[in-house]
């Protein structure tokens, strides 16, 4: 007698509700992964953010003081540009010997880190000059992309097609088309987009925080009252943070321009620092001269001690200019 044993199939019905299960699965497993890569990308962000405030550190016991916002040199020449003195190299370039980038900071010529240097703007000295209406020339070397200079939850480096500050920093006189609208100014240099083969400075995600308002050589009383660490020629020293290191903002971080459209960024070498004044904002609202992120609900901040503080999009403007403040006698603790 023969026997034979049938074998049965997944019906129709069978098959739709293991697929209906898998894609329920799926859709709840995705937000928890999305979660753990955010929080991912902001606990790396913030160690970028505390490698930096320690390299600071480190340049002050080196050199006597913190380095400054941007250098700018009273015998600097603007380049093919014409309209920007040199050398503008700024905070993150002065950090890189501290930052383990000792090798990187050994291409540039030692006269882009002199206050008294005859040098043209760094991002309108070298040829070949791109044809562009800006005719800029970077020096070899700051097209390097330096990850800690780079918050993993952004794209700055891999979008080409938007514009890039080569300089950053409050002053006193601005391109009108440049001013954010408020009394207080912060000036921007602005490089088109490259044309192939030829050099195009790297983006970062950090900048140093220049003070509620910022500040400059014949800043009012109102924007010196708000005075920050890093600004144009600065030479802060840790004992001259009197509202304590602890209680006062160093580097924030910024997406450049609106998240969105990636219409900005801002190249490392040359974007110094920039002034609180405007707020906080999220990654679709931000704007060239604004602090930034795609963090949810918060930007992160290095303190003058090193620390790192996730502040809130909705913190106020006046807790955030006493934050920048190193001097203003009007402490405030950043956790409360």
């Not at 490698?51 to 913190?66: D, K």
């Not at 602890?246 to 910024?254: C, H, K, V, W, Y």
């Not at 490392?268 to 707020?279: K, N, T, Y």
Request: charge should be neutral; hydrophobic fraction near 35%.
């Amino acid at each position: 007698m023969n026997c034979r044993s049938e074998r049965r199939g997944f019906t129709l019905i069978e098959l739709l509700v293991v697929i209906a299960i898998i894609a329920i699965l799926i859709g709840l497993l995705l937000p928890a992964v999305q979660k753990v890569r955010d929080a991912a990308a902001r606990m790396a962000c913030s160690n970028n953010l505390k490698q930096i405030a320690l390299a600071s550190h480190n340049y002050e016991s080196t050199n006597g003081v913190l380095p400054p916002g941007s250098m700018q040199s009273p015998n600097g020449n603007p380049g093919t540009n014409g309209t920007w003195n040199g050398p503008g190299s700024g905070t993150l370039a002065h950090l890189l010997p501290y930052m383990e980038q000792t090798g990187l900071y050994a291409q540039f010529p030692i006269d882009y880190f002199k206050p008294t240097s005859a040098v043209a703007s760094w991002a309108y000295s070298t040829p070949p000059y791109d044809p562009s209406g800006n005719k800029q020339g970077i020096l070899p070397g700051a097209q390097n992309r330096i990850k800690p200079y780079e918050c993993p939850a952004d794209n700055a480096n891999d979008v080409k097609n938007s514009g890039i500050f080569d300089e950053l920093y409050p002053g006193n006189s601005c391109s009108g088309g440049y001013n954010p609208p408020l009394a207080a100014s912060i000036c921007g240099d602005y490089l088109n987009p490259p044309t192939a083969g030829y050099l195009y400075p790297a983006a970062t995600n950090y900048v140093g925080c220049a003070g509620g308002l910022g500040a400059y050589e014949d800043a009012s009383a109102a924007n010196l009252l708000f005075k920050g660490i890093y600004y144009p020629k600065s030479k802060t020293k840790m004992t001259d943070i009197s509202d304590g290191t602890s209680n006062t903002l160093a580097f924030g971080e910024t997406l450049g321009g609106n998240g969105i459209t990636k219409d900005f960024s801002l190249a490392w070498f040359g974007a110094g620092s920039m002034p609180v004044a405007w707020g906080l904002k999220s990654w679709d609202q931000g704007q060239w001269y604004t602090f930034s992120s795609r963090h949810s609900g918060v930007v992160q901040f290095a303190m003058g001690d090193g620390s790192v503080r996730s502040l809130s999009l909705t913190m106020s403007n006046r807790t955030l200019r006493l934050l920048a403040g190193a001097a203003d006698g009007m402490a405030v603790n950043p956790d409360n």
